[in-house]
C-alpha cells in the first residue's frame, strides 16, 4: 500500500472527551471517528487493526475445531423471553419493536439463538461435540458509555458455543477453548493473565477471563507470583485466619466519638490501627408473594474489619442472600438499630438481624464497632462474652496485597488488567431453559452441556494500546499492527536515486509478504516520521540522499532510541530477520 492512495487522517490534539490513553491516541492516529454515544466508525487504519485481530483469532477456533457462522444482530424476543432474560438483563439489553408492534432486541450476545439452532439442528448424540462461533456485532446500551472502544455501545465480539453430551465432555470441550485462548493471546504479542473468575449473570460455575496487563486497567488481578494461581478480584478467596481467636483482654467501654462516623477517622481519633475496628453493612433481603409483591424484609448485618472492602459477588452467594439483596432503607436502619449509619453495630440492638461476619472477623478480639448511638463506638469488644456468636461466618472481602495465596504457594499480589477475552462453563443453564435436547445413546433424550466463549476484538486494540504506548504514540506489537513496516524516503519527489530504492525496497518485502507502505506523499521528514510513531508503526526505514552516498539505509524499531544504519543491499533481508526475530 502507499500512503497516496490510503486514508491517513491524524490530530495533534485528541478531543476534549477522550478520557484514558487509548482513547485519545486512537482518536489522534485516525483509527476510529466518533459518530454518537459509545458508537464509532472503524477508519481504514483501524480496521487494519481489527482485521489482524480477527484473522489470528479465525485461525486458531477453526484450529480448535470450531465451526463459523453468522448469527443476527437483530433477534426476536420470544428466545430471550424463554430464558427470562428479556426481563432480567435490564437497560442494556436495547429492545426494538418493528411495524407489527412485535418485539426484537439488538444482541449483546447470541446463547439463546445459538441453543435454538441446537434443538432443531443437533438431534443425536453422533452429532456431538460441536462449537459454533461468529465475529459479529453486538450492542450493549451501556448507561455512561466510555473510554472510546474499551467501552463502547456498539462493538465487534467473537463468541462461541459448544455443545456437548454429558458433562466430562462439556468440561474437556472447555479446556480446548481455554487452550485455543492462550495460543491466540501468544500471538497478540501482549501481556496478559489467565485468571480464575465469577461467571456472573450468564452464570455457570467454571471460568476464566483473559485479561491484558495495563497500569489503566479497571479490573483488579490477584495472583501468586511463586505460583501459577491468578483470580480476578471477584473470585480470589481470602483465606480464614489459622491463628485462633484471642481471649479478651480489655473491658467493654462506650466510648466518644464526636463527629467520627467511619471507621478511619474513629481509629485516628482513638490512636489505634484501623485493623481493630469493625464496620457494620446493613442488607436486606425482600419474601414475595405470587403476584410478585412484597409480603415480607429480613435485615443482614455484615461485619468486616475496618481496612477491608466488601465483595458483593461474594455477599451474593451467602445462603440466604443469594437469591437477591439490596442495601437496607434508612428507615429499617433505623427501626432496627435506632441510630442513623455511621454508628451501627451488632452490640444492643432495638430488633435482631441476621449476623454474618467475615472469616477475619470471627476470629478478633478487643475490637471496635459503633454503639447504635451518634456520636458514640465501643471498644474492647468480644465475641461470646459481649454478644452472640454471629448466625454465620463466610469469605466477604475483597483481597488484598500480602494475603496468603489459596494454593499456599506464597503471599497475594494485585496488579491492574483489562478484560478481553473470558470462557464460560454453562452446563445445562440454557437448554433446559429453551428444552434444547437431543437422544442420547440409550435413545432418551437429555440436554445439552453448553460453554461460550467470547473475545472483544474491538476492545483488544485499545487494550493493545494501553499496555503499548509512549509520549509520541501507540507501539503496536507486529501481529496486529495496521502495518508491519513503513518506508519513509525523504525528498522523494527531488531525488531519483531516493525514489527508486523506496519503491525497490517496497517491492521487495512486498513479494516476501511482509506488510509495508511506502509514504510517498512528500511530507517533511518532521511530520512524516511524527504520523508513524503516532500510528505506531513497529518497524520504519528511512531513505535519503545523504545515506544513499554512503550506501546505507537507516533502519529503527518503534521502541529504538536510535536508527541502525544498513547497507542498502542488505536492507531487505536485515527487515526480514528483525521480523522474525
Request: net charge negative; with cysteine.
Amino acid at each position: 500500500m502507499k500512503a497516496s492512495q490510503f486514508f491517513i487522517s491524524t490530530l495533534k490534539e485528541a478531543p476534549a472527551d477522550a478520557e484514558v490513553v487509548s482513547h485519545k491516541l486512537m482518536m489522534r492516529a485516525g483509527l476510529i471517528k466518533k459518530l454518537g454515544a459509545g458508537i464509532y466508525n472503524y477508519m481504514p487504519m483501524g480496521l487494519r487493526v481489527i482485521r489482524k485481530v480477527e484473522a489470528i483469532v479465525r485461525e486458531e477456533m477453526n484450529r480448535a475445531g470450531a465451526v463459523e457462522c453468522a448469527m443476527p444482530v437483530v433477534q426476536p424476543a420470544e428466545l430471550w423471553q424463554e430464558t427470562g432474560r428479556f426481563e432480567k438483563m435490564g437497560p442494556e439489553l436495547l429492545r426494538i419493536k418493528d411495524r407489527h408492534d412485535r418485539d426484537f432486541v439488538i444482541q449483546p450476545t447470541s446463547e439463546e439463538v445459538v441453543t435454538d439452532i441446537a434443538r432443531q439442528e443437533l438431534r443425536s448424540y453422533k452429532q456431538l461435540p460441536k462449537n459454533l462461533y461468529q465475529i459479529q456485532t453486538k450492542f450493549r446500551d451501556e448507561r455512561r458509555p466510555r473510554f472510546g472502544l474499551m467501552r463502547g455501545r456498539e462493538f465487534i465480539m467473537k463468541d462461541a458455543y459448544s455443545f456437548d453430551r454429558d458433562m466430562v465432555s462439556a468440561k474437556a470441550s472447555y479446556q480446548v477453548m481455554a487452550a485455543a485462548y492462550r495460543r491466540i493471546f501468544d500471538r497478540f504479542g501482549l501481556r496478559y493473565r489467565a485468571v480464575a473468575a465469577d461467571s456472573g449473570a450468564i452464570g455457570g460455575d467454571l471460568s476464566e477471563e483473559f485479561q491484558v496487563i495495563a497500569a489503566t486497567g479497571e479490573d483488579a488481578i490477584v495472583y501468586c507470583p511463586q505460583s501459577d494461581y491468578a483470580a480476578n478480584m471477584e473470585k480470589a478467596e481470602a483465606l480464614a485466619p489459622v491463628q485462633p481467636r484471642p481471649a479478651a483482654a480489655q473491658a467493654m467501654t462506650k466510648t466518644p466519638t464526636p463527629g467520627k462516623a467511619t471507621c478511619a477517622d474513629v481509629a485516628q481519633l482513638l490512636g489505634v490501627p484501623l485493623s481493630t475496628t469493625v464496620k457494620s453493612l446493613v442488607l436486606a433481603t425482600d419474601t414475595l408473594n405470587d403476584a410478585g409483591d412484597i409480603v415480607g424484609s429480613q435485615v443482614w448485618l455484615l461485619l468486616l474489619r475496618g481496612d477491608h472492602d466488601m465483595n458483593e459477588i461474594k455477599v451474593s452467594k451467602v445462603p440466604g442472600l443469594d437469591k437477591g439483596f439490596r442495601f437496607a432503607t434508612l428507615a429499617e436502619i433505623e427501626d432496627h438499630f435506632g441510630c442513623k449509619p455511621g454508628y451501627l453495630g451488632p452490640v444492643g440492638l432495638k430488633k435482631p438481624v441476621k449476623v454474618i461476619a467475615d472469616r477475619e472477623v470471627a476470629v478478633m478480639a478487643d475490637w471496635i464497632c459503633g454503639a447504635n448511638e451518634v456520636d458514640y463506638h465501643i471498644t474492647g469488644v468480644n465475641w461470646a462474652r459481649d454478644l452472640a456468636e454471629p448466625d454465620a461466618v463466610a469469605d466477604l472481602r475483597n483481597v488484598v496485597a500480602g494475603d496468603k495465596s489459596p494454593d499456599g504457594a506464597g503471599e497475594l499480589a494485585i496488579e491492574r488488567g483489562i478484560e478481553v477475552g473470558h470462557v464460560f462453563y454453562l452446563g445445562t443453564k440454557y437448554s433446559k431453559a429453551m428444552n434444547a435436547t437431543f437422544l442420547g445413546e440409550d435413545g432418551k433424550p437429555a440436554f445439552f452441556e453448553m460453554g461460550c466463549y467470547g473475545i472483544g476484538i474491538t476492545r483488544l486494540p485499545a487494550a493493545a494500546i494501553e499496555q503499548n504506548h509512549d509520549e509520541r504514540g501507540i507501539i503496536w506489537p507486529d501481529a496486529i499492527a495496521p502495518f508491519t513496516v513503513v518506508v519513509c524516503p525523504v525528498g522523494m519527489d527531488r531525488s531519483d536515486a531516493v525514489k527508486a530504492t523506496a519503491e525497490q525496497l517496497y517491492a521487495d518485502l512486498l513479494a516476501a509478504g511482509i506488510d509495508v507502505i511506502l509514504d510517498d506523499r512528500g511530507e517533511r521528514p518532521g511530520a512524516m516520521f511524527a504520523d508513524w510513531e503516532l500510528i505506531g508503526v513497529p518497524h520504519r526505514v528511512t531513505i535519503g540522499d545523504k545515506s544513499l552516498k554512503d550506501g546505507v539505509v537507516e533502519y529503527q524499531h518503534r521502541r529504538d532510541a536510535a536508527a541502525t544504519k544498513v547497507a542498502v543491499g542488505d536492507i531487505a533481508t536485515y527487515v526480514r530477520s528483525r521480523l522474525s526475530a
